[in-house]
């Protein structure tokens, strides 16, 4: 049974930082694909980072490159984001997701609906 816990959120000044967390439990060595969604009041879930097989982060979204870090750790049971120069536009439930078996980071998911696990959310709040 895979389950994905978030955990870090809150509220913060804008030009703050946070740092999420996503630990995955249930997930063996084919749970090779994690990513960070977030979404806003009236807004659709949008993906912001990705990484493949714990290595080099394959994507950010331009809203959040260079200011977000994701990184996995050795065991690739648990997902960051490290959030730094918060804007209010940051304001948003943020979400981790998990697949298994992705070939490549070029096959990572963009959709959400693409993802098989997800974890309930974190709210992060800027003013």
């Known amino acids: 049974h895979v389950q994905l816990v978030e955990s870090g959120g809150g509220s913060v000044q804008a030009g703050g930082s946070l740092r999420l967390s996503c630990a995955a439990s249930?997930?063996?060595?084919?749970?090779?694909?994690m990513t960070w969604f977030r979404q806003a009041p009236g807004k659709p879930r949008e993906g912001i980072a990705r990484?493949?097989?714990?290595?080099?982060?394959?994507y950010y979204a331009v809203s959040v490159q260079g200011r977000f870090i994701i990184s996995q750790d050795d065991a690739k049971n648990t997902v960051s984001l490290q959030m730094n120069d918060l804007r209010p536009e940051d304001t948003a439930v943020y979400y981790c997701?998990?697949?298994?078996?992705?070939?490549?980071?070029?096959?990572?998911?963009?959709?959400?609906?693409?993802?098989?696990?997800w974890g309930q959310g974190t709210q992060v709040t800027v003013s």
């Open positions: 997701a998990a697949k298994p078996r992705v070939s490549s980071a070029y096959n990572c998911p963009r959709s959400s609906n693409e993802w098989n696990y």
């Open positions: 249930g997930v063996d060595d084919s749970w090779n694909a």
């Open positions: 990484i493949w097989s714990g290595k080099s982060p394959t």
